[in-house]
C-alpha cells in the first residue's frame, strides 16, 4: 500500500473542481447558543445528497480512476458513510459497487448502500480493520479503494476545510470528528495552507479515544474499548499510514463522552432541527465543553445517518444501546 502524503492546495482544488458539477456547496451555519467568549459555527455535511460528508472523498476517489480500471466495478470497506457514497458514486458512473461492512453497521447506511444498487457483504470486525490498515484485501475482482488512505480520498476531504475558510476567513478553530482521520487529515491540510494560525482539533468518543492515548504517548498504541452507540469514530487503535501526517497537522485530540454527545444532539435539533448521528455531533459536544476553544469555532457536522429507534432514544432524553 503506498503511503498517502499530506494533500496540497493544488491537489485540493483539483478535487473541487472534479466534483463540483455533482455536489452542492454545503453551508456553514450560525448556531446562536448566546456565548459570550465563543460563537459557533456549523459545516453542515448533512445536507450532503447522502447525508454525510463521505460523498466528496468518494466522488474524487472513482471519478479521478481511468475508466478502464473501474470496468469490474468498486470495492470499498465501511462502516457505514464511506459505502454509502461509493454507492452513489458508482451509480454515477454507471459501474457495479460492493460494500464490505461489519454486522452492527447502523441499518440506515446498509439500507442507503442497498438502495443505490450496492451489494453489502458483511465481514468479521477484525477482517474489517485488515482490510482498513491493508494487512489484507479481499480476492474480488472489483478496484478496492482505501476510505482513510487512499490518497484521492484525503485531497477530496480538503474540499470541507477550503469551503469553510472562504466562509469564514477570521475562523480560529475547526474541530472534526476523528475516525480513520482521512478527514481531519484532509481538512486541517486546507485550514493549515490558507489559514496558518487557525487550530484545528480531532474530536473523539471517550469511549475508544486512540488518537488522544497516541498523541499522549508519542506513538501509536493500542487501547481498551468500551461498547457506545456512536459509530464512525473511535477504535483500539490508529490507521498507521495517517498517523504521521495527522500529528503534524492537528492541534489536539478532545475525547467527549457518549452524554455529551446525545446532550449536543438533543441541542441541534432544538436549536437548528439539525439530525446529527453521534460522530456528526461529537464536535458541538467539544465545542461546548471546553472553555479554551475561544473566538469563532466551526464544528464540522460530519452525517445524519442514524438509525430511527437510535435518535428516538436520544430524543427521549437517553443514551442509545451500543
Known amino acids: 500500500m503506498i503511503a498517502p502524503h499530506r494533500p496540497t492546495l493544488e491537489e485540493i482544488t483539483e478535487a473541487r473542481r472534479r466534483i463540483a458539477p455533482h455536489l452542492a456547496r454545503t453551508p456553514l451555519a450560525k448556531l446562536d447558543l448566546g456565548l459570550r467568549d465563543r460563537q459557533i459555527f456549523l459545516k453542515l455535511e448533512t445536507l450532503s445528497p447522502i447525508g454525510a460528508f463521505k460523498l466528496r472523498p468518494a466522488l474524487n476517489a472513482v471519478l479521478s480512476r481511468d475508466p478502464a480500471t473501474l470496468r469490474h466495478g468498486i470495492a470499498v470497506t465501511s462502516s457505514g458513510n464511506m459505502a454509502y457514497g461509493m454507492a452513489w458514486a458508482a451509480r454515477l458512473v454507471g459501474v457495479p459497487m460492493v460494500a464490505y461492512m461489519y454486522r452492527g453497521a447502523p441499518q440506515t447506511k446498509i439500507d442507503g448502500v442497498r438502495a443505490l444498487g450496492g451489494e453489502v457483504r458483511f465481514i468479521s470486525a477484525e477482517t474489517w480493520w485488515d482490510y482498513i490498515v491493508g494487512a489484507d484485501r479481499p480476492d474480488a475482482p472489483e478496484l478496492l479503494i482505501n476510505p482513510v488512505t487512499d490518497q484521492t480520498v484525503l485531497d477530496g476531504n480538503g474540499s470541507i476545510g477550503m469551503e469553510i475558510v472562504e466562509d469564514l476567513p ?111 455531533a461529537a464536535a458541538v459536544a467539544a465545542a461546548i465543553a471546553r472553555p479554551d476553544l475561544t473566538g469563532n469555532v466551526v464544528c464540522v457536522v460530519s452525517g445524519g445517518n442514524i438509525d430511527a429507534e437510535a435518535y428516538s432514544a436520544v430524543l427521549a432524553g437517553g443514551i442509545p444501546a451500543a
Not at 200 to 227: N, Q, Y
Not at 234 to 262: C, F, H, M, N, Y
Open 170 to 280: 477570521e475562523v480560529d478553530a475547526v474541530l472534526t470528528p476523528y475516525g480513520g482521520g482521512s478527514m481531519t487529515t484532509g481538512v486541517a491540510s486546507a485550514i493549515k495552507a490558507v489559514c496558518g494560525r487557525a487550530r484545528v482539533f480531532a474530536i473523539e468518543d471517550d469511549s475508544a479515544a486512540p488518537l488522544t492515548a497516541a498523541l499522549s504517548a508519542g506513538k501509536i498504541v493500542t487501547i481498551e474499548t468500551r461498547p457506545s452507540f456512536i459509530k464512525s469514530i473511535g477504535g483500539p487503535s490508529l490507521v498507521p499510514q495517517i498517523w504521521p501526517i495527522a500529528k503534524d497537522l492537528i492541534d489536539g485530540a478532545i475525547a467527549v463522552s457518549p452524554r455529551e454527545v446525545t446532550e449536543a444532539m438533543r441541542l441541534l435539533f432544538r436549536k437548528a432541527k439539525i439530525v446529527a448521528e453521534g460522530a456528526g
